[in-house]
């Protein structure tokens, strides 16, 4: 996910993990990832959310006073919590946008700025920074940084080499991606099928169902609750089933979400996911 992220913009992700330790949180969420921007300090979303009165300690304690503070700092790795995930996700699709080839730290914001629900929104609402203001404060610092790049002069700091090719490059990339998850997707259900074979309780159970509802036909009530009880044994074996064929292959449900995410957003592009790019 972060081959196009500038230096600045993987600090973020770094100080996003440091943030939830410091709270105690067994997880990274938006919030952790708005203190990460604004600790960040050098880049165009640090300097937004400067230039909006938005500062590190007043953050702080709105965070803690909206979601509270851990027992203690979690040890190994930290995961991101989905709505995070769909910040680091949408930067990408705010790049595209803009023409742009790299993910900055102005384009991490821009995705927060989009989740209008969770602890960081909440926490801009209370600061008085609503998110069409701060998404009108970034884009204004990026239409100024791009008036201000000189070609003669050497790139940005923070950004990578390619950032000034063409984004049709990047649009490239995606579809590549595409490819890459939907082949691993194939493969899994090669190898585990897309779900449980429960065609043996289905049969078990429906024709338990058909002997229940011929003994309450001809009135023989108990065989019919004995019958019912078989059934619903076999329909809590199934649920388990279900369960536990999800608990074991958990990758395949995140891969078919990956695969739509990624060809929705080459769509909102023209480009067709099934021909890919030109």
Not at 17 to 37: D, K, V
Not at 265 to 278: E, M, N, S, W, Y
């Amino acid at each position: 996910m972060f081959e196009r992220f500038t230096e600045r913009a993987r600090r973020v992700v770094v100080l996003a993990q440091q943030e939830a330790r410091g709270f105690g949180h067994s997880y990274i969420g938006a919030e952790h990832i708005l203190l990460a921007l604004i600790g960040e300090r050098t880049g165009i979303a640090a300097q937004a959310l400067k230039s909006l009165g938005i500062a590190d300690d007043v953050v702080r304690q709105q965070i803690a006073q909206v979601v509270g503070l851990g027992q203690q700092a979690p040890g190994g790795h930290i995961p991101f919590t989905a709505q995070a995930k769909k910040v680091l996700e949408g930067a990408l699709r705010e790049a595209v946008q803009l023409g742009q080839s790299y993910v900055g730290t102005e384009h991490v914001l821009l995705a927060l700025t989009r989740e209008g629900e969770g602890a960081a929104a909440q926490v801009l609402t209370a600061l008085g920074a609503d998110n069409h203001g701060v998404r009108r404060q970034v884009l204004d610092l990026v239409d100024a940084a791009r008036a201000e790049d000189d070609p003669g002069q050497p790139r940005a700091a923070g950004r990578p080499a390619e950032a000034a090719q063409p984004t049709r490059k990047l649009l490239a990339e995606l579809v590549s991606r595409l490819n890459s998850v939907e082949s691993r997707l194939s493969t899994l259900e090669h190898l585990v099928g897309t779900g449980p074979d429960l065609r043996d309780l289905d049969r078990r159970s429906a024709q338990a169902r058909r002997d229940k509802e011929s003994a309450i036909e001809i009135q023989d009530f108990e065989d019919a609750a004995a019958l019912r009880d078989t059934e619903k044994q076999l329909l809590d074996e199934k649920a388990s089933c279900q369960e536990q064929w999800r608990a074991a292959h958990m990758d395949s449900p995140s891969l078919s979400d990956e695969v739509a995410r990624l060809r929705d957003l080459l769509r909102q592009h023209g480009i067709d996911p099934q021909q890919g790019a030109a």
